[in-house]
């Protein structure tokens, strides 16, 4: 598939305003098979960022990509296959995308493995990626072995990373059709190390508990959810 496939197109608006503070502004066009507008052109969910010198990062469900700062479209990158399973793409697939501040560290998260229950992918997967040329370094995954591989229902919600390289990811492991439903998942990764830190999950395997939100200054990491 060629890149003019994945990002149909990109516009840089412009900047405005006044003083120290210039906005700028792009327009995406991607395609899908999920979504379309009235033109019949396909549409694709998007998730953007930015790091502290203006650079643009982007994830949908097949691809991710970089604009640098000048708006410049550097890359664009095809799903991992690590996120496929032998007959096909599952579900949710890319779900997030993560930045550290300072630009050094960038990550991109979602479900995949072999197929779990309801076309979701059984595992949890974290990629980090190669800032310059977003080709993966290195692939984390973390699952609930409890269970049988059929009924395992990953979902990874929030990713963040802070300027040494430690990566939070959260979400929940969903066992379908009985205990432990839905619990909480966190995994921790040192990017720069390469090695995971921690993978929590299993509490009390009764309830609905999910982590929906990560956010970290450095020092401290704050999570939210159900």
């Given at each position: 598939?060629?890149?003019?496939?994945?990002?149909?197109?990109?516009?840089?608006?412009?900047?405005?305003?006044?003083?120290?503070?210039?906005?700028?502004?792009?327009?995406?066009?991607?395609?899908?098979?999920?979504?379309?507008?009235?033109?019949?052109?396909?549409?694709?969910?998007?998730?953007?960022?930015?790091?502290?010198?203006?650079?643009?990062?982007?994830?949908?469900?097949?691809?991710?990509?970089?604009?640098?700062?000048?708006?410049?479209?550097?890359?664009?990158?095809?799903?991992?296959?690590?996120?496929?399973?032998?007959?096909?793409?599952?579900?949710?697939?890319?779900?997030?995308?993560?930045?550290?501040?300072?630009?050094?560290?960038?990550?991109?998260?979602?479900?995949?493995?072999?197929?779990?229950?309801?076309?979701?992918?059984?595992?949890?997967?974290?990629?980090?990626?190669?800032?310059?040329?977003?080709?993966?370094?290195?692939?984390?995954?973390?699952?609930?072995?409890?269970v049988a591989e059929s009924a395992r229902f990953a979902a990874a919600k929030d990713i963040v990373i802070d300027d040494d390289g430690?990566?939070?990811?959260?979400?929940?492991?969903?066992?379908?059709?009985?205990?432990?439903?839905?619990?909480?998942?966190?995994?921790?990764?040192?990017?720069?190390?390469?090695?995971?830190?921690?993978?929590?999950?299993?509490?009390?395997?009764?309830?609905?508990?999910m982590w929906y939100n990560v956010a970290s200054n450095g020092s401290k990491v704050i999570m939210g959810g159900?």
């Open positions: 598939m060629s890149q003019q496939q994945l990002l149909l197109g990109y516009t840089n608006l412009g900047s405005g305003g006044s003083g120290t503070v210039q906005p700028v502004a792009y327009e995406f066009r991607l395609q899908s098979t999920s979504a379309t507008n009235s033109d019949g052109q396909t549409l694709t969910p998007i998730r953007v960022i930015a790091d502290d010198q203006g650079n643009v990062y982007g994830v949908t469900k097949f691809e991710y990509f970089k604009v640098s700062k000048f708006g410049n479209l550097a890359w664009v990158k095809n799903i991992p296959s690590e996120y496929r399973t032998q007959l096909e793409i599952t579900t949710h697939d890319l779900v997030n995308i993560a930045i550290s501040p300072n630009g050094g560290y960038l990550a991109i998260c979602g479900d995949g493995g072999d197929l779990g229950g309801t076309s979701y992918g059984s595992e949890i997967i974290l990629s980090h990626i190669n800032v310059n040329t977003g080709d993966s370094i290195k692939h984390y995954k973390v699952k609930d072995d409890t430690i990566c939070n990811v959260v979400g929940d492991l969903y066992h379908v059709g009985g205990s432990p439903f839905h619990e909480f998942c966190r995994l921790i990764v040192d990017l720069s190390a390469g090695t995971v830190t921690a993978a929590h999950g299993q509490t009390d395997g009764q309830w609905m508990e159900l």
